[in-house]
């Protein structure tokens, strides 16, 4: 195990000194002589036709070289899974983030100032905000065949029957909010005609393959005639794919039109108002349980707004349905999701992806069930928690190390869970005016994409000449540490030092298709793909050498920057890297190889909802201390411990810092965050009034690392950037349910929900309204 | 921020003073640059204040009081350890608004000058106070608005200096076309009954020099908090600042102020009745607490601050006890 010589260590990230120094170039950095300047002219209202755009005016103003509306795309204006996101809205306006027009000119000001002139006519139609009315019969109709985006389902053994069996049941829904991903960097690109006839886009794509695809059918061109290349990346968490495409493909449309480079940037305000976000879900909760705590039944229903547009939500929904029983014990399962268009931003993917939601209604239902059967949330989760072998709700046997168990004792170790929960939920202690508590909570999750869609991805490894490396890969960094790992799989498997090795920004033109860096599936799919392309080259490498030095190639190791004849006791070395490099293109054999890692080991039912959902899963734990303000129900976090199960951590450092940036996000989640919109019209804009946690809220912080190595990661590495958002939520709540007695059911739980037990927003359902944003 | 504008930085006070008749002064810049940005202030012309030294002291003089000149950076406030000790509410005040970015430009005079942050006045509505018809916040979003002395506009005044020095009962120095005057700091917001679109009776041209906070008197003692939603980066949900004299286990003299519950920072008189003669214990601790606020009336979804007030109140009595 200890035989790596950079796997596992904590190397600074490669990338590091560029951020901190400046020299890191992200997408608003790059400015090109003649550039001209995008602008946007938005949906006055969340619902209505458009019936004319009139442009003249814009198109008057001094420095405007062009004003664009859809029936200037000369390609596909649509674009998505479900292909309904329009860049340039079209027949009717759905949200008041879609786009009528863009406008190019010589500043941005004069651009916008532009914008502003451009007259568009609307007939108003009803409007939907919330997405079980949208499901309803007379509901105003969005697309075109139902609001309904899509239902997943998963039927397993009678639930009827298991209800008959149980002792009691409980029942209780839950409601989630929706949130910005709030990435430092807002969506911007530089796109411009290049020499070959075609368009070269620098931006900040998540999801460039897809990017480079929606560029190219609107500009009506071929896929060779666009290339994309990235930028560094200040931050996406899931929000840079359709978001920042649309900013891209804006910029391309202008670009063509005019023949100029054009940068389109998005404002802090713009990025909210246009991004999609993390979907609301109502979660409706029913399990049948046994005295002794056992499960017998869980029945539970879904519905996520999946917002204007479908975007990622038939995937987020599908993630919802695998995982919606969590990692126990039940024989007997019905569920459904749904996911439904309404006038409200369009959601999509975001870090956690279907599982954060999904993870409050479960763990908190865990926590109801203990406190019934009067056992502690540790003792009632290791009753149910899965073991090796057993099989999921969607009757996918476990075949890797169910490590379940481990990371829940590991927690409560870590965190003196046990007796502190006793303490806590004392009368002594619910009755202060400060009373603290403590909360636990776990998760597994399905690794990669698994059965949503095929499941590949590629990386490049180059030897050059002088023995220096580069690697191009398909997976991106998006600040998670990417290159790093990726570099510390290449160093270890050639045997040389990290600083050898340069990470080369991801670019259509050089990598194969290797989809999305989403589903935490970097490390596991990306790194795989990068050691198999090391491995492949080191191949070449031990043939030139067993011809140079006449030994057998199976013989050969590559370490400290030397190869080494590894013969049966003894060690020699033969040559240093750079000699075998040497002699490998003396003897003309260049040392470029590629690799993919493709799995396929998935399959799925739609209409039961059975089958083998992913290749592998990962086992969390979290542990949550707070204080509450009885007062005010304001909540503190004090202690925040999260354990892990990554397969390897390939680097420490960054397996933690994926931990403590998960904590902060995931409990913010449970605290604060809220994306606020009113009939369709975003209230929280800006981060004055968008609350994230910052510095001063974050509590103390303790990473564990859990190491069980999986046979299909590379080294045993499998993820961890999404876990560690996924389960802290619930641990939050379930420590102010300890507190004070009281369970929080609809996130987040700020003060109002703490105190008062309740949102002060309206809570009731309003009518369908037709209503009207004051246009400027 | 879509149009062109002059800037100018005046050698003294009275070229500023003349100058800043047809444009906006402009100090730390950190509320202004957004009113701008946000297209809800449209000068034609920003005066800078920052070269002006005589607005930057910090004086303390036997029998006149404080005088904080108007320029002086909230975090230079914020660490000033003669006010952290001898009048802790304007410290406390200054080291919890904002960041710390933000306070290492803003400035006190612009603190108290600055417009309030209701989501509707900033962003693309044309409300009452913007010169509309309606308001908005009445029947939507209104979750932060004010629970007293809203008439037609609902806004809390953002300031947190504004609550301390209120409680301090500290005047402003103003000067102007007309000359120099002093006000008293409760004189210087305006409710919506009497104008929904101004918050303060500046006149144009007119600039806060500084402010002048009386000594208190011996036994005095002062507290500024503030309960807010996140740490840091964010303005009162509901802050209470109390200057009061102690003798004998009760309350003899001084004042309370409320921020974040009215248009204008407040001092509720019965609350205020209440102070004198009160003991600091259970009972007289409660007595008060329960006479804050009695005349709210609160919008939709902000009944919440009510209650949040009179545990803040406690709070700061049994600190003051204590
Ligand atoms: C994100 C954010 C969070 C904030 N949080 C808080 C908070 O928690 N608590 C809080 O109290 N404040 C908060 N603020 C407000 C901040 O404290 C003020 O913006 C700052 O104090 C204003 O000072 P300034 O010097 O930058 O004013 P400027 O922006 O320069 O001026 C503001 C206004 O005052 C006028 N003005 C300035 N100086 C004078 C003067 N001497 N005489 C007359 N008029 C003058 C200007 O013309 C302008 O209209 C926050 C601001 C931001 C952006
Ligand atoms: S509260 Fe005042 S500022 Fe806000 S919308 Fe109403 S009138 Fe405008």
């Not at chain 1, 975007?311 to 024989?331: D, L, N």
């Not at chain 1, 481990?406 to 003196?416: G, N, Q, R, T, Y």
């Not at chain 2, 904002?98 to 209701?118: E, I």
């Not at chain 2, 076309?177 to 409710?191: A, D, E, T």
């Amino acid at each position: 195990m200890s035989s790596f010589n950079i796997i596992g260590k904590r190397e600074p990230r490669v990338d590091a000194l560029g951020k901190v120094t400046g020299a890191a170039k992200y997408a608003d950095d790059y400015n090109l002589p003649h550039q001209l300047h995008g602008a946007v002219k938005y949906a006055e209202y969340p619902h209505a036709e458009i019936l004319s755009i009139d442009t003249s005016e814009a198109e008057k103003v001094p420095g405007v070289e062009a004003v664009l509306t859809y029936k200037d795309v000369p390609g596909a204006n649509h674009f998505g899974l479900i292909p309904n996101i329009r860049i340039l809205a079209d027949d009717h306006t759905r949200y008041l983030g879609d786009v009528v027009a863009v406008v190019a000119a010589v500043d941005r000001r004069t651009a916008q100032k532009a914008a502003d002139l451009i007259k568009v006519k609307y007939r108003e139609l009803l409007a939907v905000f919330d997405p079980e009315e949208a499901l309803e019969e007379n509901a105003p109709v969005i697309h075109e065949g139902g609001n309904e985006i899509v239902h997943h389902k998963v039927r397993k053994g009678d639930v009827a029957a298991g209800f008959e069996e149980a002792d009691f049941i409980i029942e209780k829904t839950f409601k989630t909010q929706p949130i910005e991903h709030a990435y430092l960097e807002p969506e911007a690109a530089l796109v411009y005609p290049d020499e070959h006839d075609g368009f070269t886009v620098i931006g900040c794509m998540q999801n460039f393959y897809t990017s480079h695809k929606v560029i190219a059918a609107a500009l009506g061109l071929p896929l060779n005639k666009v290339q994309i290349i990235q930028s560094t990346m200040g931050g996406s968490f899931g929000g840079k794919d359709e978001a920042a495409t649309l900013v891209a493909v804006r910029a391309a449309l202008l670009a063509q039109k005019t023949g100029r480079p054009v940068k389109m940037l998005s404002t802090r305000e713009d990025s909210i108002r246009q991004s999609y976000k993390r979907h609301a879900y109502k979660l409706y909760y029913k399990w049948g349980c046994k005295k002794d705590g056992t499960i017998a039944a869980m029945e539970i229903k879904a519905v996520a707004d999946g917002g204007a547009y479908a975007s990622m939500s038939p995937f987020v929904t599908w993630r919802s349905v695998v995982q919606a029983t969590g990692p126990y014990y039940c024989p007997n399962v019905k569920t459904d999701v749904y996911a439904a268009y309404t006038n409200n931003n369009f959601t999509g993917a975001m870090r956690g992806f279907g599982s954060p939601q999904v993870n409050f209604a479960i763990e908190s239902m865990m926590d109801e069930l203990a406190e019934r059967v009067g056992v502690s949330p540790l003792q009632i989760r290791l009753r149910n928690a899965f073991e090796d072998g057993a099989e999921t709700a969607t009757g996918q046997k476990l075949t890797h190390r169910v490590s379940l168990k481990e990371v829940l004792i590991k927690a409560a170790e870590a965190s003196d869970f046990e007796r502190k929960w006793r303490e806590y939920r004392s009368e002594a202690n619910r009755t202060k005016t400060f009373p603290k508590g403590i909360g636990l909570s776990c998760a597994y999750r399905g690794v990669s994409l698994g059965a949503e869609g095929v499941d590949a991805a590629s990386a490049v490894v180059y030897v050059q000449p002088d023995g220096s490396v580069t690697v191009s890969a398909g997976i991106i960094d998006m600040g998670q540490g990417a290159r790093t790992v990726m570099a510390q799989i290449v160093a270890e498997v050639l045997g040389i030092p990290l600083q050898r090795i340069h990470f080369l920004e991801p670019d259509s033109g050089r990598v194969a298709d290797s989809g999305p860096t989403v589903a935490s599936r970097g490390t596991i799919m990306g790194g795989g793909a990068a050691k198999i392309a090391a491995e492949n080259v080191r191949e070449i490498m031990k043939h030139t050498a067993a011809v140079v030095y006449s030994v057998s190639p199976a013989h050969l190791g590559f370490r400290d920057g030397k190869v080494w004849d590894d013969n049966g006791k003894s060690s020699r070395p033969l040559c240093t890297f750079e000699e075998l490099t040497a002699a490998c293109y003396a003897r003309g054999k260049p040392l470029f190889a590629s690799g993919v890692r493709h799995v396929a080991e998935t399959n799925w039912d739609e209409e039961t909802g059975q089958g083998n959902a992913y290749f592998t899963f990962v086992y969390g734990a979290n542990v949550a201390e707070v204080q509450v303000d009885s007062a005010t129900g304001q909540t503190e976090l004090l202690n925040f411990v999260s354990v892990h199960d990554v397969g390897r951590a390939i680097n420490k450092a960054t397996v933690e810092g994926q931990i403590y940036g998960g904590v902060a996000m995931g409990a913010g989640y449970g605290m604060m965050e809220e994306f606020i919109q009113e009939n369709g019209e975003a209230k929280t804009i800006n981060f004055d009034e968008y609350y994230i946690l910052t510095a001063m809220d974050v509590p103390k912080m303790k990473a564990v690392i859990v190491e069980n190595p999986d046979e299909h990661g590379p080294f045993g590495a499998k993820s961890v950037g999404e876990p560690a958002v996924e389960m802290a939520a619930p641990a939050v709540t379930n420590a102010i349910y300890n507190a004070t007695g009281r369970r929080v059911q609809n996130l987040p739980a700020n003060l109002e929900e703490v105190r008062l037990g309740q949102k002060l927003r309206r809570n009731v359902q309003r009518a369908s309204v037709a209503c009207k944003i004051e246009p400027k | 921020m879509n149009q062109q504008f002059e800037y100018i930085n005046p050698q003294s006070l009275d070229e500023a003073v003349k100058l800043a008749g047809q444009g906006s002064v402009y100090a730390g810049g950190t509320d202004l640059l957004g009113l701008m940005k946000n297209d809800i202030a449209h000068p034609q012309r920003l005066v800078n204040l920052k070269a002006l030294p005589e607005l930057k002291a910090v004086e303390r003089q036997k029998g006149k009081g404080l005088r904080l000149g108007a320029l002086v950076t909230l975090n230079e406030l914020a660490e000033n350890e003669m006010l952290q000790k001898d009048f802790p509410a304007i410290s406390q005040a200054a080291g919890s608004a904002a960041s710390p970015q933000l306070r290492n430009v803003g400035t006190l005079g612009g603190n108290l000058c600055q417009r309030p942050r209701c989501w509707y006045f900033r962003g693309d509505f044309d409300c009452l106070r913007k010169g509309g018809a309606t308001c908005f916040a009445m029947d939507g979003e209104n979750k932060y608005h004010c629970v007293v002395g809203g008439d037609g506009c609902y806004i809390v005044h953002p300031s947190d200096m504004a609550v301390a020095l209120l409680a301090l009962e500290a005047k402003l120095e103003i000067y102007g076309p007309g000359g120099q005057r002093l006000l008293p700091i409760s004189h210087f917001y305006v409710l919506p009954e009497d104008d929904p679109t101004v918050e303060t009776v500046l006149q144009p041209g007119e600039i806060i020099t500084s402010v002048i906070v009386p000594e208190q008197p011996v036994g005095s003692r002062s507290v500024f908090v503030k309960f807010r939603e996140r740490s840091a980066w964010d303005f009162a949900v509901v802050s209470v600042a109390a200057a009061l004299q102690v003798q004998n286990g009760a309350i003899s003299g001084g004042k309370i102020a409320l921020g974040g519950v009215a248009p204008v920072p407040w001092l509720d008189k019965k609350l205020n009745n209440t102070l004198a003669g009160t003991a600091l214990d259970e009972n007289g601790i409660n007595k008060i607490a329960a006479s804050a606020l009695t005349d709210a009336e609160p919008l939709e979804q902000n009944g919440y601050k009510v209650i949040l007030a009179r545990n803040m109140i406690k709070g700061v009595l049994q600190s003051l006890a204590g």
